[in-house]
């Protein structure tokens, strides 16, 4: 490939690698495996980059290659994802944040989710996310974390639209549970409640 490709494909990747980074990180939760992944990631994409064919669509393309590959190094190690069962029964059920926090007390002028989540330390959130269900946790990486699209993120994962809502909501669902738990556990609800 010639000079102009080259600089070409460096420009793109630079634009994606924040994302490709982070989104690694989130599906291997270890630094480490993150940027081996990402390299591996960034080498296929550099093998394959004629075939694009807009690269206006570069960012989902090099973000299908790292979760693809992501997938096949659980085939190669045979380790299998968890597989999406919830823990028990109560978890399994829809769980709403709001009802949770606003149906005990009525309130005025204020907003329960946002105080609560004022709350909340990031480490917090990021281990609640990292705690989901892989299917669950890859969709909610890229449709909330990178802002993609549910049509992209359904052709980076290879799955239909509708999978990709129904694996969000549920995603969402477990982890408001779940945030909402931790916050109980450590007593950021007592004023409240």
């Not at 093998?47 to 973000?63: G, R, V």
């Not at 944040?97 to 907003?111: H, M, Q, V």
Request: hydrophobic share 40%.
């Amino acid at each position: 490939m010639g000079e102009d490709t080259k600089k070409k494909f460096e420009l793109l990747l630079k634009e994606c690698l924040d994302s490709m980074f982070r989104v690694a990180l989130r599906l291997t939760r270890d630094r480490q495996d993150a940027e081996d992944l990402v390299s591996e990631a960034t080498l296929l994409a550099w093998q394959n980059f004629a075939k694009i064919e807009s690269h206006n669509k570069f960012k989902p393309w090099i973000l299908r290659i790292l979760t693809n590959k992501f997938i096949s190094l659980y085939r190669q190690k045979k380790i299998r994802p968890q597989p999406v069962i919830a823990k028990d029964r109560e978890e399994a059920e829809e769980f709403s944040l709001f009802e949770a926090l606003s149906s005990p007390f009525l309130f005025w002028n204020t907003n329960p989710e946002k105080i609560f989540l004022d709350n909340l330390l990031k480490r917090d959130i990021v281990r609640a996310v990292d705690s989901l269900p892989d299917e669950y946790r890859i969709v909610v990486t890229l449709c909330i974390f990178e802002d993609l699209p549910y049509q992209k993120t359904a052709e980076i994962l290879d799955i239909p639209v509708g999978t990709v809502r129904s694996r969000l909501h549920r995603g969402k669902s477990i982890l408001q549970k779940r945030l909402y738990d931790y916050a109980k556990e450590k007593g950021y609800l007592k004023r409240r409640l």
